[in-house]
């Protein structure tokens, strides 16, 4: 029996990749765990490994070619005997397609058709009739460490290949050939020690940028970050201080592990001395990383790998930059507030666009830093609205969410006319299984569920 063989997601965001080189040829016999072809990602040139036994029929996509989707089928394998002229490829896999598409759940009927609520546009943080321009996450964040390095010699870039990879998440492009080996620095893979190092010559006075290639890795660092960054100021009397920034992506991605996805918002969100930024949209991403370049404190700015590569109006000015502990509200609403804060924002939003449709309007409102929290932005929208669910993608065990709910429940308790409810990740290691991993992280349906809560809806 003929077995397509797929092209593989070799990397959580991977949608698409480069077919190299073949390394069997027709009539070959594959074994399993025999490596069959070399496929090249934005990121590398990564082996593709044989997971069935049989012999290579036919051969779908040449070698070089470009732009290969994930799922499609690039080669078939046959068995002994079997007549490989004849094949051909179906249509390329959907098994990756939530479980959602297809068959959608039955839906209880509103007791009376709702008007849909149209969504007020709220201020943004730059002047009115400011031009615009398209741009991903990645981009803004490289126009923003790039900006910096312009004005202030004193800034410079290192972590595990920034430089002549240009970043595992590219996210410093061409930034080694503009500023230099001195300043985009590659080190070895030991963040306890270049996380050290940096601290140090934060210490002297310089502004380092010091990429991890996940948080989960900075807890090899976790002491420099806590211990010696956030607590010297301090200690110091404020005789010396590490005006620094921690950055790179955090939370859940796609089927990395337990150990590859934990949400470290509330772990920093926790420390005195520290600054912590989560962002949403890219315009956020960049004026917020200006503005942790410039702090005199030490940042810890969190990323989001599955948001990289999404696309957000940007402010075309001189010099944007957003100060910390200043909400957003995306949207204006009068029947609950909803606040969130980095890849939750998207729950969110599109959350609030559903419940619209049924004529519930919630106010959205993006925390973007977790320390400080513009409180005043929160509960003013709470004796507004009186009912409140937070979201975020970490532990539900002391979460932001559970310190928010705290807030209202002194700031606001006699405004409330339901219970605060936080959605959040279930409290499990995040699984590596697919199906598992999804029951593990808040989903939009959560968020609808919890708004109808408070809502008696």
Known sequence: MATELLMPALSPTMEE????KWLVKEGDTVSSGDIIAEIETDKATMEFEAVDEGIMGKILIAEGTEGVKVNTPIAILVEEGEDASNLSASAPSEEAAPVEAAAPAPTKAPAKAAAPIVSKAVEPDYPAGTEMKQQTVREALRDAMSEEMRRDDSVFLMGEEVAEYQGAYKISQGMLDEFGSKRIIDTPITEHGFAGIATGAAFGGLRPIVEFMTFNFAMQAIDHLINSAAKTLYMSGGQMGAPMVFRGPNGAAARVGAQHSQCYAAWYAHIPGLKVVMPYSAADYKGLMKTAIRDPNPVIFLENEILYGKSFEVPVMDDFTIPFG??????????????????????????????????????????RTLRPIDYD?????????NRCVTVEEGFPVGSIGNHISSVIMQKAFDYLDAPVITCAGKDVPMPYAANLEKLALVTTADVIQAVKDVTYR
Do not use: Q
């Open 17 to 20: 990749g480069t077919l190299a």
């Open 326 to 367: 200043k909400a957003r509200i995306w949207r204006e609403g009068t029947d609950v507030t909803i606040v969130s804060f980095g890849i939750g924002m998207t729950y969110a939003l599109e959350a609030a666009d559903k419940l619209a449709e049924e004529g519930i309007s919630a106010e959205v409102i993006d925390l």
């Open 377 to 385: 932005t929160v509960i003013a929208s709470v004796m507004k609205t």
